[in-house]
């Protein structure tokens, strides 16, 4: 079999690690591109991008030849909860198809409501509505002092901003 990575400069772990960034965690393509910049790896989000789209069906495919492998992932068939109800005097076809493991296929019903859920469950840790405007404060000027007018400035200019925001930011923290 081929190498895949045998045309990029960079190594194959760091083309993993950055797909396993963008994927596992809800981070946007930049804001890996920083995390990279943190470790020394200096890429730009569109690099990122490029390489989800390239590799990430790849790494897809080998999670999901493990699993099944392993049994871990249904490979066989589900079934179809079906019923006719009557409901002021007309009838109606409800439907709910599962997975053999007994998780449903069909969701269609709660995927608006997902960024509310989102939302909400952020929401949920703070108890008190003073602590929720404390860290909204605290965590608005800190994604201030990073996010640098990114898309305002030459990619040189901006570079230079992110090192002397991320100095201070290291100098402030020890």
Request: aromatic share 12%.
């Amino acid at each position: 079999m081929r190498n895949p990575f045998r045309y990029f400069n960079s190594s194959s772990e760091v083309i993993r690690q950055t797909v396993l960034l963008y994927v596992r965690y809800p981070l946007s393509l930049r804001e890996v591109e920083d995390l990279l910049f943190e470790r020394g790896i200096d890429i730009r989000h569109e690099t990122v991008r490029f390489w989800w789209n390239r590799f990430g069906p790849m790494f897809a495919a080998d999670v999901r030849k493990r699993r099944v492998g392993q049994g871990l992932y249904s490979t066989g068939r589900g079934h179809l909860d079906e019923v006719f109800v009557k409901i002021n005097g007309k009838t109606h076809y409800l439907w709910r198809a599962m997975k053999r493991c007994g998780r449903w296929l069909n969701n269609r019903a709660e995927n608006p409501h997902q960024p509310f859920r989102r939302r909400e469950g952020a929401m949920a840790r703070f108890r008190d509505i003073r602590t929720l405007q404390q860290f909204a404060s605290v965590d608005a000027s800190i994604h201030n002092h990073f996010n640098l007018d990114r898309p305002l400035t030459p990619r040189d200019m901006f570079k230079e901003n992110r090192s002397a925001a991320l100095a201070e930011w290291r100098q402030l923290a020890a």
